[in-house]
């Protein structure tokens, strides 16, 4: 039997398949009894699920992060799909194809890895160019780098995900630089290669997308200012030294990429170049972001459900066609 994806789901289907369970939680409802608050997902989205008359010895059966066939029945809650379980039964990795619940790009790896390599082929600084050849003959990290997804939920959270991403904000940047003479090209080039490059320990996705245990302690901002300070130290021991205040706008836009300390950077942007790489970053998540959202919410009529990353409904009907 085929697989009934997420995305195809309506409210009243009968469900009876095997999805990918993540974050389950055991609660209680206001009457004292139990339930199981979990996501199920596949490749092409996730929902929330709830499993009524629970037991401790039940939730403790359901892996953390793993497959699980299900049976129940998809509803509407508050203008969102949700799926009511009754049975669920734990499944080994063997028994799915993981190509149906890992999703991937749908972009040509080798093609974009080769145009990423010809922008970055542009930097002529020879300092900035030697700390980004240092990541690019490492030859083990560029292939996490082309495989690994570039977030957990929010935006490109698939396969490829963060080349994907890194390059349209290196193709954005090389779009708008004649707007904008005085930018330092190198360093925002540079950057945008390496502002998410420790994306590659922060994540796991081996069958979903999750957080390692030094991602969850770390993060990826301080993980990759580490991994680009290592390679200043290799360079300086080399004979081949990257002048301090080099290295100090470089790390200064890595740290504040995103913008603000709501959103975990530990420094703003304190100069164009990193302005520059804030917003051409948060322009081409959002663009993910919404367009992702809107091809793969199930709500029903012009309006999405309410996004909370986004404090909107997204309004979704194509008014030119």
């Known amino acids: 039997m085929a697989h ?7 409210p009243g289907t009968n469900i009876n398949d095997i999805y990918l369970v993540t974050q389950p939680v055991l609660r209680p409802t206001t009457k004292g009894d139990l339930y199981i608050a979990m996501y199920l997902s596949d490749k092409s989205g996730k929902v929330n699920c709830r499993m009524w008359q629970a037991t401790e010895s039940l939730y403790q059966q359901i892996p953390s992060e793993g497959f699980v066939q299900i049976r129940g029945k ?10 009511v379980v009754n049975d669920i039964l734990v499944v080994g990795q063997d028994k799915v194809n993981l190509a149906d619940y890992m999703a991937r790009t749908e972009k040509d790896v080798p093609t974009m890895y080769n145009r990423l390599k010809e922008i970055l082929g542009k930097i002529t600084h020879p300092q900035i160019k030697a700390i980004v050849e240092a990541f690019l003959y490492d030859k083990d990290l560029m292939i996490l780098f082309c495989n690994a997804p570039a977030a957990m939920q929010m935006h490109h959270n698939f396969l490829g995900g963060l080349l994907e991403h890194t390059l349209n904000m290196l193709e954005v940047g090389e779009a708008i630089y004649p ?5 330092q090209k190198d ?22 997308i999750s957080y390692t245990d030094t991602g969850q302690l770390l993060g990826h901002i301080i993980l990759g200012t580490q991994m680009v300070a290592q390679a200043a130290d290799k360079l300086a021991a080399a ?21 603000s300390y709501e959103f975990g950077s530990p420094k703003l942007p304190a100069t164009p170049e990193a302005f520059m ?35 909107t409904k997204l309004y979704r009907m194509r008014v030119l066609e």
């Open 4 to 10: 009934l994806f997420i995305k195809d789901i309506k």
């Open 74 to 83: 998809s509803e509407l809650y508050q203008n969102a799909l949700q799926i």
């Open 179 to 183: 707007l904008y003479p005085k930018i």
């Open 187 to 208: 360093l925002v080039r540079a950057a945008i290669f390496l502002h998410d490059i420790a994306k590659t320990k922060e994540l796991s996705y081996k069958a979903a």
């Open 239 to 259: 004979g081949k030294p990257v002048d301090g205040p080099v290295l100090d706008n470089l790390l200064h836009i890595m740290v504040s990429h995103h913008g």
């Open 277 to 311: 790489v804030n917003y051409i970053d948060n322009l081409d998540a959002k663009m993910n972001q919404t367009t992702s959202l809107i091809e793969n919410d199930n709500s029903e009529g012009n309006w999405t459900g309410y996004q909370k990353s986004l404090e």
